[in-house]
């Protein structure tokens, strides 16, 4: 598990430290570092820029001369160091036998699709999803789900398509799903109600990767020698508010089930979801923190406030800007 992490004249952290525990929350206004943090941690796996983000000028920090610096601390008490030359060139040292199990699903997956590729093997979900429904062939018929994260409506039964089935009504009360693979065309296609996916909205398509990608992690990480850590940006996307609160709990589970799991969210409900779950005893508060970033104007440097929860969800900070635009609203309303 991924315990902290330091940047070095990366992008806007001159020189930062930043915590993780099972189930960390990274949330602040926008452009003020939180996809930077998960940049860094998918850069340093990979030993490589991220197509897109340019070379060292794009990445270096304004206010420093020095080369970008990624560690990356683990709980075996083993750190990792990535140096970003010039011209992107990169000099690390083996991250990737600690972070072979870390997996990154991103804000821009694929919506409703008639129809997906297929790989016989593949190790996960994808970055946008797109190898949900391969993935989920790997391990349809397989058991293993702890207990704890088993849906209420069938907590006796660990059968991972079952688990995902019952999930899904977290969205949509009554769904049914199930999907096909196609071998010798390469695709894969997946059915909600009967329907194709394209005629349910979004938010079951957006989901779907995710619950796959714990509850198949989850169940195996009995039999790995090795963590599961999951980088997943924006969870509650297209998921209407009761949604994004059981999502939060459900994410509580699956931290306090070994799958760490570190979120980039704007959503107040995936906050409380988790505050509930610390709340009803499900995962203790020693298992959350919510890291909260604020952006300097005049400097352009960020700022990081560790929050942290007591046994009955209640935070002992909230700093002006953490998810209090409701009551702002509210109050202009009055």
């Known amino acids: 598990m991924i315990h902290k992490l330091c940047l070095k004249s990366f992008k806007c952290f001159e020189d930062k430290t930043i915590l993780f ?39 270096r920090c304004s206010s420093s001369s020095d080369f970008p610096e990624i560690t990356v601390y683990f709980t075996s008490n083993t750190s990792t160091t990535c140096t970003i030359a010039e ?12 972070t072979d199990k870390l997996y990154y699903i991103s804000a821009d997956r694929f919506g409703p699709k008639v129809s997906l590729p297929f790989k016989s093997t593949v190790s996960h979900v994808g970055n946008y999803g797109e190898h949900v429904y391969a993935f989920l062939s790997q391990y349809r018929n ?22 995902i089935r019952a999930w899904l009504t977290i969205i949509t009360p009554g769904i049914s799903f199930d999907f096909q693979i196609y071998e010798n065309a390469d695709m894969s296609a997946g059915s909600f109600a009967d329907y194709r996916p394209t005629n349910v909205g979004f938010g079951l398509s957006y989901a779907l990767p995710l619950l796959v990608s714990i509850l198949v992690n989850a169940a195996l990480i009995s039999t790995s020698e090795k963590d599961t850590t999951l980088l997943i940006e924006n969870p509650e996307a297209h998921l209407h508010p009761r949604g994004q609160t059981q999502l939060g709990y459900f994410l509580a589970l699956a931290a306090q089930c070994g799958v760490q799991c570190i979120i ?5 409900h995936i906050l409380n979801g988790i505050r509930i779950a610390v709340k009803e ?10 890291n909260y970033f604020v952006k300097d104007l005049k400097t352009d440097l960020s700022e990081v ?8 969800g209640m935070l002992d900070s909230w700093p002006d800007g953490f998810f209090d635009e409701t009551e702002h609203a509210l109050l202009r309303l009055i």
């Open 281 to 290: 005893g499900k995962t203790s508060s020693s298992n959350v923190i919510f």
């Open 305 to 312: 406030t560790s929050i942290f929860t007591d046994e009955q």
């Open 142 to 163: 397989q058991g293993g789900v702890p207990a704890l994260l088993r849906h209420e409506s069938i907590p006796d039964t660990s059968s991972i398509i079952e688990q």
């Open 87 to 98: 011209f992107g060139a990169i000099k690390t040292d083996n991250i990737t036998k600690y």
């Open 264 to 268: 980039e969210t704007h959503s107040e």
């Open 21 to 59: 525990a099972p189930l960390t929350l990274l949330t602040g206004l926008n452009s003020s570092g939180k996809s930077s943090v998960l940049q860094a941690l998918r850069i340093a796996k990979e030993g490589k820029l991220l197509e897109g983000l340019g070379d060292t000028r794009d990445l």
